[in-house]
C-alpha cells in the first residue's frame, strides 16, 4: 500500500511500498493549514508542480537536510542546482523513470513566476505530476490549474486524483466536478482550499456535487490515506 499524507493546501507526502518519502509542493513553515515542522518530515525526493510561494517555500531547507532530489520544471530544476540542491530536471509531456516508479510532468494553466530570492529570471510554466508506482498505483496530483479540456487525455490513467477546488487562483468546486468527468479517476482528494479565507470552500458540499463519479476523500491536514 502506498500512504499518502496530507499536510494542508497542496502538500502531501507519499510512501511507496519500498519505503520511497516522496514529498510534493512542501508548504510547511508559513502553512496555516499545517501544524508539522519541515525538521520533521522525510523526504528521498521533493516535487514541486510550479514556483508559487505555497508549493516550494521549504524545498532548499527539506533538501538540505535530506539530501532529497527535487523534481521540478527545467527552469526550477536549475535554479535548485544553482542553490546546490540536486535536481532532476523534466518538463510538461515528459517522462522519467525513477526507481519508485514513473513522474510525467502534466500541463496546468496556471502562473509560472518562482516566489524565491533571486527566481524571477527563472521563468518557467505551471504544472502537475502524473505518478506511477511501481506498486502499480497511479496518482496525479493536478497542481494549480484551470479546468482544461486537456484533462481528458488522462481518462484511464489515474486511481488517486488530487485536485484543488478553492477557486479564486485555481479550479473552483464546480470545475473540478468537470474534471473529474474528464478524468473518471477512482479516488478523488480535494486540496488548495480552506488555508486562507479567500479559497474557503464547503468540502462537504463539493464531495455531495461529485455524487457517484468517484469516491471523495476529504483529508484533513495530517491525515492518512492508503492505495
Ligand atoms: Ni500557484
Ligand atoms: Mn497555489
Known amino acids: 500500500m502506498a500512504k499518502l499524507t496530507f499536510y494542508g493546501h497542496a502538500t502531501f507526502g507519499l510512501e511507496t511500498d519500498d519505503g520511497t518519502r516522496l514529498v510534493i509542493d512542501p508548504f510547511f513553515g508559513d502553512n496555516p493549514a499545517c501544524d508539522v515542522s519541515v525538521d520533521d518530515v522525510a523526504a528521498d525526493f ?19 537536510r535530506t539530501g532529497a532530489t527535487i523534481i521540478a520544471s527545467y527552469e526550477i530544476a536549475a535554479y535548485m542546482e544553482e542553490k546546490g540542491r540536486p535536481a532532476s530536471p523534466q518538463h510538461i509531456g515528459g517522462g522519467v523513470e525513477y526507481p519508485f516508479g514513473h513522474v510525467k510532468m502534466t500541463p496546468a494553466l496556471h502562473g509560472g513566476k518562482l516566489d524565491l530570492p533571486g527566481g524571477e529570471k527563472f521563468t518557467t510554466m505551471a504544472g502537475g ?9 497511479r496518482f496525479y496530483h493536478a497542481g ?9 487525455l488522462l481518462k484511464g ?19 473540478a466536478v468537470r474534471a473529474i468527468d474528464f478524468i473518471e479517476p477512482k479516488v478523488v482528494i480535494p486540496c488548495h482550499y480552506d488555508t486562507w479565507p479567500p479559497i474557503e470552500q464547503d468540502a462537504a ?3 455531495a456535487a461529485v455524487g457517484d463519479r468517484a469516491q471523495v476523500q ?8 492508503e492505495f
Not at 521533493?46 to 538540505?64: K, R, Y
Not at 477546488?165 to 470545475?175: E, K, L, N, S, V
Not at 476529504?218 to 490515506?225: D, E, K, T
Open 46 to 64: 521533493i516535487l514541486l508542480t510550479h514556483g508559487h510561494f505555497d508549493h516550494v517555500a521549504d524545498a532548499i531547507p527539506l533538501s538540505e
Open 129 to 137: 505530476f502524473l505518478i506511477t508506482l511501481v506498486g502499480g498505483q
Open 144 to 152: 494549480d490549474t484551470s479546468l482544461m479540456t486537456d484533462m481528458q
Open 157 to 175: 490513467l489515474v486511481d488517486v486524483a488530487v485536485l484543488p477546488i478553492g477557486d479564486r487562483f485555481t479550479m473552483g468546486p464546480a470545475d
Open 205 to 207: 458540499a463539493f464531495a
Open 218 to 225: 476529504v483529508m484533513m491536514p495530517n491525515a492518512l490515506f
